[in-house]
């Protein structure tokens, strides 16, 4: 286990080698077991093993002071401490924070910012807890801040019908977590040029919001931009999962569930293109039309049911 006193150098994520930006902060590798294997009773009456995901709590502390205890898998857990930070508008540049510091025989993470985070208190006063598993929480302060969003415009940010056809059987055969023991909601950051999706990061989490969160954290690590990129998720699209996709500067988010409307009031608000049940060569385009490129496929003929 890493010392709370004595922070490493930042690894890069697995699916990366792309180098940090100059004054990142130096985070520890303070990754975990991820699944705990445990007997069960099957309805046949049998005893066998399985696998489930092993959720541990984590609490944050920034420069001292107690923020929040995040439930979590622990996979990238000081990516996820970045993310949250960010996404909370806590921070708003990586170079911010001084390093991040996970320790798991104490369930902590101490965060050190270069100096100090300005009205913390008037920012975390008002605190909302969000839906879904792992429940997430959001600061009051962070939604009067949308005003400041900015994304591109259609013309400069769009996707195809046959992109999102490859997004999504790159996701079909994702190797997972979810598929081992389930339980799980996972992430994934893909780069759109042309009709090419390249992903560039995947994460599974208790939430689905821990996962983008650490897709955040990476994001600001590597100084990656969101103008060109979509958000694939398995979980459903809540005013959350697109308000923090929003504030990372991504303007197209898939999903494999459906959508609040909420969510959906939203993305429309902000400009974004929404898509829900999306699986196999199935979708539903919920708004931002205008930055897809539709390719109908032909409709089936419908089933006759004989009576007999």
């Not at 910012?113 to 997430?136: F, L, N, S, Y």
């Amino acid at each position: 286990m890493s010392s709370l006193n004595d922070p490493q150098t930042v690894p890069l994520a697995p699916q990366s080698r792309q180098a940090v930006v100059a004054g990142a902060p130096r985070l520890t590798q303070a990754r975990c077991e991820l699944l705990r294997e445990i007997q069960v009773l099957d309805e046949y009456g049998a005893r066998r093993n399985i696998h489930i995901p092993a959720e541990r709590p984590l609490t944050v502390f920034v420069d001292k002071r107690e923020l929040v205890t995040l439930m979590t898998l622990g996979e990238m857990p000081e990516l996820l401490v970045l993310g949250y930070l960010r996404n909370q508008r806590l921070v708003i540049d990586v170079t911010e924070v001084e390093s991040v510091t996970v320790d798991w025989d104490v369930s902590a993470a101490a965060v050190r910012t270069r100096h100090g985070v300005r009205d913390i208190e008037d920012k975390t006063a008002h605190r909302v807890v969000t839906t879904g598993c792992g429940q997430g929480t959001v600061f009051g302060d962070v939604m009067t801040q949308l005003h400041t969003v900015q994304l591109p415009t259609a013309a400069q940010a769009r996707i195809s019908q046959s992109t999102l056809h490859r997004m999504l059987e790159t996701m079909r055969q994702q190797d997972s977590i979810h598929r081992k023991a389930g339980s799980v909601h996972g992430c994934a950051l893909f780069k759109l040029q042309g009709n090419t999706a390249e992903m560039q990061m995947f994460v599974e989490d208790v939430g689905r919001h821990n996962a983008i969160d650490t897709i955040a954290g990476w994001m600001s690590m590597h100084g990656v931009v969101g103008a060109d990129k979509a958000f694939y998720t398995t979980g459903r699209l809540t005013s959350e999962m697109v308000m923090k996709a929003a504030q990372l500067g991504v303007p197209i988010v898939v999903s494999r569930n459906g959508v609040t409307a909420m969510g959906h009031e939203l993305a429309a608000k902000l400009g974004m293109t929404l898509f829900g049940r999306a699986a196999n060569r199935h979708f539903l385009c919920y708004c931002g039309f205008d930055r897809f490129d539709s390719e109908p496929e032909a409709q089936r003929p419908p089933v006759r049911i004989v009576a007999g």
